[in-house]
Protein backbone atom coordinates (compact mmCIF):
# COMPACT_ATOMS: atom_id res chain seq x y z
CA UNK A 1 0.00 0.00 0.00
CA UNK A 2 1.53 3.15 -1.03
CA UNK A 3 2.12 6.03 1.81
CA UNK A 4 -1.18 7.85 3.08
CA UNK A 5 0.34 11.16 2.32
CA UNK A 6 1.29 10.61 -0.97
CA UNK A 7 -1.77 10.23 -2.36
CA UNK A 8 -3.09 13.36 -4.55
CA UNK A 9 -5.50 15.49 -4.23
CA UNK A 10 -7.55 16.69 -7.54
CA UNK A 11 -5.64 19.70 -6.82
CA UNK A 12 -2.46 18.26 -6.31
CA UNK A 13 -3.22 16.60 -9.65
CA UNK A 14 -4.36 19.39 -11.70
CA UNK A 15 -1.23 21.23 -10.80
CA UNK A 16 1.08 17.82 -12.59
CA UNK A 17 1.68 18.11 -16.03
CA UNK A 18 0.80 15.25 -18.13
CA UNK A 19 3.68 13.70 -17.78
CA UNK A 20 4.57 14.55 -14.18
CA UNK A 21 0.87 12.78 -13.53
CA UNK A 22 1.87 9.94 -15.43
CA UNK A 23 5.18 9.46 -12.91
CA UNK A 24 2.76 9.88 -10.16
CA UNK A 25 0.35 7.31 -10.51
CA UNK A 26 2.95 5.15 -11.35
CA UNK A 27 4.67 5.48 -8.40
CA UNK A 28 1.59 5.39 -6.51
CA UNK A 29 0.49 2.24 -7.65
CA UNK A 30 3.74 0.55 -7.44
CA UNK A 31 5.39 1.17 -3.93
CA UNK A 32 7.16 -1.40 -2.93
CA UNK A 33 9.02 -1.07 -6.80
CA UNK A 34 9.31 3.00 -5.80
CA UNK A 35 10.85 2.09 -2.78
CA UNK A 36 13.37 -0.29 -3.59
CA UNK A 37 14.12 0.40 -7.09
CA UNK A 38 16.83 3.24 -8.48
CA UNK A 39 15.37 6.26 -9.84
CA UNK A 40 16.57 5.57 -13.49
CA UNK A 41 14.67 1.70 -12.76
CA UNK A 42 11.63 3.78 -11.97
CA UNK A 43 11.43 5.67 -14.61
CA UNK A 44 12.15 2.81 -16.96
CA UNK A 45 9.47 1.21 -15.47
CA UNK A 46 7.30 4.28 -15.56
CA UNK A 47 8.11 5.18 -18.94
CA UNK A 48 9.08 8.36 -18.22
CA UNK A 49 12.77 10.19 -18.41
CA UNK A 50 14.35 10.05 -14.68
CA UNK A 51 14.28 13.97 -14.55
CA UNK A 52 11.11 13.98 -15.23
CA UNK A 53 10.60 12.14 -11.14
CA UNK A 54 13.20 14.50 -10.10
CA UNK A 55 11.00 17.36 -11.28
CA UNK A 56 7.95 15.49 -9.59
CA UNK A 57 9.63 15.11 -6.43
CA UNK A 58 10.53 19.02 -6.24
CA UNK A 59 6.67 19.78 -7.21
CA UNK A 60 5.57 17.77 -4.24
CA UNK A 61 8.20 19.73 -1.57
CA UNK A 62 11.32 17.46 -1.76
CA UNK A 63 14.99 18.55 -2.68
CA UNK A 64 15.27 15.36 -4.80
CA UNK A 65 14.17 12.29 -5.74
CA UNK A 66 16.01 10.13 -2.61
CA UNK A 67 13.23 12.28 -0.42
CA UNK A 68 10.15 11.15 -2.06
CA UNK A 69 11.57 7.59 -1.64
CA UNK A 70 12.09 7.92 1.90
CA UNK A 71 8.36 7.85 1.79
CA UNK A 72 7.76 4.86 0.60
CA UNK A 73 9.88 3.15 2.80
CA UNK A 74 8.33 4.46 5.51
CA UNK A 75 5.42 2.12 4.51
CA UNK A 76 7.81 -0.73 4.31
CA UNK A 77 7.21 -2.77 7.53
CA UNK A 78 11.01 -4.48 8.50
CA UNK A 79 11.06 -8.67 9.17
CA UNK A 80 12.91 -8.97 12.08
CA UNK A 81 13.20 -13.14 11.66
CA UNK A 82 17.10 -12.63 10.60
CA UNK A 83 17.59 -16.18 9.44
CA UNK A 84 14.07 -15.49 7.01
CA UNK A 85 16.11 -12.50 6.07
CA UNK A 86 19.45 -13.78 5.49
CA UNK A 87 17.74 -16.52 3.42
CA UNK A 88 15.52 -14.42 1.11
CA UNK A 89 19.31 -12.64 0.62
CA UNK A 90 20.93 -15.83 -0.64
CA UNK A 91 17.94 -16.49 -2.97
CA UNK A 92 18.29 -13.50 -4.60
CA UNK A 93 22.19 -13.72 -4.72
CA UNK A 94 21.83 -17.17 -6.61
CA UNK A 95 18.75 -16.03 -8.74
CA UNK A 96 18.86 -13.97 -11.78
CA UNK A 97 17.41 -10.83 -10.12
CA UNK A 98 19.93 -7.38 -9.84
CA UNK A 99 22.65 -7.81 -8.09
CA UNK A 100 22.24 -7.75 -4.68
CA UNK A 101 24.95 -5.05 -3.52
CA UNK A 102 23.54 -2.60 -6.09
CA UNK A 103 19.88 -3.12 -4.52
CA UNK A 104 21.53 -3.10 -0.83
CA UNK A 105 23.48 0.45 -2.10
CA UNK A 106 20.28 1.57 -3.45
CA UNK A 107 18.46 1.14 0.38
CA UNK A 108 22.14 2.61 1.91
CA UNK A 109 21.75 5.77 0.00
CA UNK A 110 18.21 5.95 1.12
CA UNK A 111 18.51 5.66 4.55
CA UNK A 112 21.25 8.06 4.46
CA UNK A 113 19.13 10.80 2.87
CA UNK A 114 16.17 9.76 5.14
CA UNK A 115 17.93 11.72 8.24
CA UNK A 116 17.98 15.27 6.71
CA UNK A 117 14.28 14.12 4.98
CA UNK A 118 12.80 13.46 8.51
CA UNK A 119 14.63 15.99 10.48
CA UNK A 120 14.78 19.39 10.01
CA UNK A 121 17.45 21.59 10.41
CA UNK A 122 15.45 23.03 13.24
CA UNK A 123 14.97 19.80 14.80
CA UNK A 124 18.81 19.63 14.98
CA UNK A 125 19.63 22.58 16.55
CA UNK A 126 16.68 22.21 18.92
CA UNK A 127 18.69 19.01 20.28
CA UNK A 128 22.02 20.40 20.32
CA UNK A 129 20.97 23.58 22.38
CA UNK A 130 19.05 21.22 24.95
CA UNK A 131 22.07 19.13 25.16
CA UNK A 132 24.60 21.92 25.54
CA UNK A 133 22.28 23.84 28.29
CA UNK A 134 22.43 20.07 30.23
CA UNK A 135 24.79 19.64 33.31
CA UNK A 136 25.42 15.94 32.19
CA UNK A 137 24.56 14.38 29.06
CA UNK A 138 24.08 10.26 29.10
CA UNK A 139 24.26 8.14 26.03
CA UNK A 140 22.56 4.74 25.86
CA UNK A 141 22.52 2.38 23.04
CA UNK A 142 22.17 -1.42 23.11
CA UNK A 143 23.03 -4.14 21.20
CA UNK A 144 23.55 -3.29 17.71
CA UNK A 145 22.56 0.47 18.77
CA UNK A 146 25.84 0.44 21.40
CA UNK A 147 28.25 1.74 18.08
CA UNK A 148 25.82 4.43 17.56
CA UNK A 149 25.94 5.52 20.96
CA UNK A 150 29.80 5.16 21.54
CA UNK A 151 29.95 7.57 18.29
CA UNK A 152 27.75 10.07 19.59
CA UNK A 153 29.11 9.95 22.94
CA UNK A 154 32.48 10.33 21.72
CA UNK A 155 31.67 12.88 19.12
CA UNK A 156 30.09 15.12 22.03
CA UNK A 157 32.86 14.50 23.99
CA UNK A 158 35.25 16.26 21.76
CA UNK A 159 33.25 19.04 21.86
CA UNK A 160 31.71 19.41 25.03
CA UNK A 161 33.19 17.77 28.34
CA UNK A 162 29.78 16.85 30.13
CA UNK A 163 28.95 13.59 27.97
CA UNK A 164 28.67 10.54 29.88
CA UNK A 165 28.02 6.84 28.30
CA UNK A 166 26.31 4.69 29.57
CA UNK A 167 27.01 0.88 29.93
CA UNK A 168 25.25 -2.42 31.71
CA UNK A 169 28.69 -3.69 32.75
CA UNK A 170 27.97 -6.14 36.16
CA UNK A 171 24.44 -4.83 35.92
CA UNK A 172 24.71 -1.46 36.73
CA UNK A 173 22.46 0.45 34.36
CA UNK A 174 19.76 1.04 37.22
CA UNK A 175 22.19 2.48 39.58
CA UNK A 176 23.62 4.63 36.71
CA UNK A 177 19.92 5.89 35.54
CA UNK A 178 19.42 6.19 38.93
CA UNK A 179 21.89 9.51 39.30
CA UNK A 180 20.07 11.41 36.50
CA UNK A 181 18.34 14.41 37.69
CA UNK A 182 16.19 16.96 35.52
CA UNK A 183 18.79 19.02 34.65
CA UNK A 184 20.75 15.72 32.95
CA UNK A 185 19.46 14.97 29.36
CA UNK A 186 19.23 10.72 28.18
CA UNK A 187 20.26 10.04 24.54
CA UNK A 188 18.75 6.77 23.89
CA UNK A 189 19.53 5.24 20.18
CA UNK A 190 17.30 2.02 19.48
CA UNK A 191 15.68 0.69 16.25
CA UNK A 192 13.35 -2.35 15.71
CA UNK A 193 13.44 -5.06 17.25
CA UNK A 194 13.57 -2.43 20.09
CA UNK A 195 15.92 -3.36 23.17
CA UNK A 196 13.77 -3.74 26.28
CA UNK A 197 16.50 -2.46 28.52
CA UNK A 198 16.69 0.62 26.19
CA UNK A 199 12.86 1.46 26.39
CA UNK A 200 12.01 0.60 30.16
CA UNK A 201 15.56 3.53 30.46
CA UNK A 202 13.53 5.62 28.69
CA UNK A 203 10.49 5.28 30.31
CA UNK A 204 12.62 5.49 33.84
CA UNK A 205 14.06 8.84 32.63
CA UNK A 206 10.86 10.43 32.20
CA UNK A 207 9.68 9.32 35.32
CA UNK A 208 12.42 10.96 36.82
CA UNK A 209 11.52 14.24 35.14
CA UNK A 210 14.86 13.69 32.85
CA UNK A 211 14.47 14.92 29.40
CA UNK A 212 14.70 12.19 26.71
CA UNK A 213 15.91 12.58 23.02
CA UNK A 214 15.09 9.86 20.72
CA UNK A 215 16.99 8.59 18.23
CA UNK A 216 15.26 6.32 16.21
CA UNK A 217 13.65 4.87 13.57
CA UNK A 218 9.40 5.53 13.15
CA UNK A 219 7.31 7.77 14.97
CA UNK A 220 5.79 4.70 16.00
CA UNK A 221 8.84 4.01 17.82
CA UNK A 222 8.71 3.41 22.16
CA UNK A 223 11.18 5.42 22.53
CA UNK A 224 9.46 8.59 21.44
CA UNK A 225 6.11 7.83 23.95
CA UNK A 226 9.11 8.96 26.47
CA UNK A 227 10.81 11.83 24.63
CA UNK A 228 11.37 15.47 24.85
CA UNK A 229 12.81 15.61 21.03
CA UNK A 230 13.03 12.73 18.53
CA UNK A 231 15.62 12.11 15.56
CA UNK A 232 14.44 9.92 12.86
CA UNK A 233 16.25 7.49 10.72
CA UNK A 234 14.92 4.96 8.30
CA UNK A 235 17.10 1.53 8.53
CA UNK A 236 15.48 -0.40 5.75
CA UNK A 237 17.98 -3.36 4.19
CA UNK A 238 18.12 -5.96 1.40
CA UNK A 239 20.69 -7.60 3.51
CA UNK A 240 19.56 -9.83 6.84
CA UNK A 241 20.47 -6.93 9.39
CA UNK A 242 18.82 -3.41 9.68
CA UNK A 243 21.11 -0.29 8.24
CA UNK A 244 22.62 1.54 10.43
CA UNK A 245 23.58 4.04 7.36
CA UNK A 246 20.82 6.59 8.29
CA UNK A 247 21.73 6.08 12.44
CA UNK A 248 25.30 7.09 11.16
CA UNK A 249 23.95 9.99 9.26
CA UNK A 250 21.86 11.22 12.22
CA UNK A 251 24.54 11.22 14.60
CA UNK A 252 26.77 12.88 12.33
CA UNK A 253 24.21 15.90 11.66
CA UNK A 254 23.61 16.18 15.20
CA UNK A 255 27.69 16.55 15.95
CA UNK A 256 27.80 19.07 13.53
CA UNK A 257 24.21 21.34 15.08
CA UNK A 258 26.66 21.01 18.30
CA UNK A 259 29.39 22.41 16.79
CA UNK A 260 27.28 25.20 15.35
CA UNK A 261 25.47 26.12 18.72
CA UNK A 262 28.40 25.48 21.28
CA UNK A 263 29.73 28.65 19.72
CA UNK A 264 33.59 30.07 21.07
CA UNK A 265 33.02 27.37 24.04
CA UNK A 266 32.90 24.16 22.02
CA UNK A 267 35.96 25.84 20.31
CA UNK A 268 37.76 26.14 23.05
CA UNK A 269 36.95 22.77 24.74
CA UNK A 270 37.68 21.04 20.87
CA UNK A 271 41.19 23.10 20.99
CA UNK A 272 41.97 21.42 24.08
CA UNK A 273 40.57 18.19 23.25
CA UNK A 274 43.05 18.26 20.10
CA UNK A 275 46.18 19.39 21.82
CA UNK A 276 46.07 16.77 24.86
CA UNK A 277 45.74 14.13 21.83
CA UNK A 278 48.54 15.62 20.07
CA UNK A 279 51.04 15.51 23.74
CA UNK A 280 49.60 11.67 24.16
CA UNK A 281 50.28 11.22 20.22
CA UNK A 282 47.44 9.78 20.05
CA UNK A 283 47.69 9.86 15.92
CA UNK A 284 50.26 7.63 13.79
CA UNK A 285 51.43 10.45 11.14
CA UNK A 286 51.81 13.48 13.89
CA UNK A 287 54.19 10.89 15.82
CA UNK A 288 55.67 10.10 12.69
CA UNK A 289 55.87 13.31 11.10
CA UNK A 290 57.86 14.60 14.19
CA UNK A 291 60.32 11.86 14.07
CA UNK A 292 61.17 13.18 11.29
CA UNK A 293 61.28 16.71 11.68
CA UNK A 294 63.75 15.34 14.96
CA UNK A 295 65.79 13.03 12.92
CA UNK A 296 66.22 15.95 10.41
CA UNK A 297 67.20 18.34 13.11
CA UNK A 298 70.23 15.78 14.09
CA UNK A 299 71.20 15.28 11.29
CA UNK A 300 72.07 18.99 10.83
CA UNK A 301 73.92 19.81 13.60
Known amino acids: MAPHFFF ?14 KAARWLEAHPGQAAMKSMRECARQAGVAPA ?68 SRADYDAVASTLLRADKVYFLGMRASFGLAFHLHYSFGLLAPHGVLLQDLGGT ?21 YTRQSV ?25 QAAQHKLLFRAQSTSFF ?27 HLQTVQQQLDKQGAYWEKINRSRNIQSTESRSK
Open 52 to 119: TLTRLAHALGHSGFEGLKALFQAGLAPDTNYAARAHALQLAASSDAADWTERLSEAQHANSASAFVLN
Open 242 to 268: QSMVGALAVAEGLAAAVAVQGGSKVLM
Open 200 to 224: WAAEQAKAQGVPVVAVTDSTLSPLV
Open 8 to 21: LSDTDAQALSPELL
Open 173 to 193: LADQLVRMGEQDVLVVVSLAP
